[in-house]
């Protein structure tokens, strides 16, 4: 166990999700502690999507977007990357071997239209079914894999790196992607195993200093072991959810995913959110020496501290 998780807090309990250790551990995964599903059952979201989700740690609902509302976020989302005032900004992330725009952190900071949708009843409602109520979004960004050029993503657990280096405390939190490009096998759709929300999969490895300025365009700290990784997938498989844009795609914070590259001429895009609950609220970090920028990670009071444009 690292030093800096050691030290965190002089905390009385135990933490139950040991990651960044200096030695690999007895076993490739720990047991989930926390319930999947702790919402109501009313709401958008019916109770076999529901139920997917508790089964598979993801579901995929097409159509959550209508055409109008489609047109009018990706005419946003162009806007935004086309801003080159942005394009050496801390909150944006180019391409490792290019210039290009890869993501734009806390849009919906930047664009009212992002904000108004980040509150939007119909999203809210059905993360709330999932995870329960009073969230907030902890982290939002819109993401850009251009045709030919898009990099993949290595696999990883959201949670594993916001515990290490945010502070989350558990596994209360949800991911929202909304596709505004069709998803299909060809241009790097995400990749989920299903069923892997209910492991925790501890990584080797300390945590770089200031490790989000490289970790954002290829992860290497947080990465899961080939071992587990092939222990998972042997017992889950690996999932893909494709289909048209405007599909909205939920995912649990623990869920292991990852992407391949683009390598056809179609673009991928989509807008992402990460609702968190506010009793779960970011504290020190567990596994590095300092909590990573605002932009990355919100406070409950939704607030960006550094935004200064």
């Known amino acids: 166990m690292s030093a800096v998780h050691a030290q965190r807090h002089n905390t009385l309990m135990e933490d139950p999700y040991p990651t960044r250790l200096a030695t690999p551990a007895e076993r490739s995964w720990l047991p989930r502690q926390e319930e999947i599903l702790r919402g109501p059952e009313e709401g958008p979201l019916t109770s076999e999507q529901r ?165 954002l365009k290829k992860q290497e700290a947080g990465v899961p072991s080939r071992e587990a990784l092939a222990e998972l997938v042997a017992e889950h498989g690996i999932e893909a959810p494709k289909g048209r844009a405007g599909g909205l795609l939920l995912f649990d914070c623990n869920t292991l995913h990852g992407s391949n590259a683009n390598m056809s001429p179609d673009a991928r895009s989509n807008i992402f959110f990460v609702f968190n609950r506010r009793d779960n609220a970011l504290d020190t970090p567990f596994a590095a020496k300092k909590q990573r920028p605002d932009f990355l990670a919100h406070t409950p009071d939704g607030r960006w501290r550094d935004l200064t444009l």
């Open 51 to 215: 139920e997917e989700f508790r089964q598979k740690g993801y579901v995929f609902i097409p159509g959550f977007l209508d055409d109008d509302e489609l047109a009018e976020y990706q005419r946003e989302l162009d806007t935004l990357l086309a801003r080159e005032d942005y394009r050496d900004q801390d909150f944006t992330i180019t391409e490792p071997s290019s210039n290009d725009i890869r993501s734009i952190f806390a849009m919906h900071f930047l664009s009212a239209k992002f904000g108004q949708l980040a509150q939007s009843p119909k999203l809210v409602k059905s993360v709330e079914q999932l995870i329960g109520e009073d969230v907030y979004v902890m982290q939002g960004r819109i993401n850009y894999k251009p045709g030919f050029e898009g990099k993949g993503f290595d696999w990883h657990s959201d949670f594993e790196t916001w515990h290490a280096e945010d502070g989350m405390p558990r596994m209360n939190a949800i991911s929202a992607s909304i596709v505004l490009t069709d998803n299909h096998e060809f241009n790097g759709p995400l990749m989920l195993i299903p069923g892997s929300h209910e492991k925790f999969v501890p990584c080797i490895g300390e945590t770089p200093e200031d490790n989000y300025k490289s970790s």
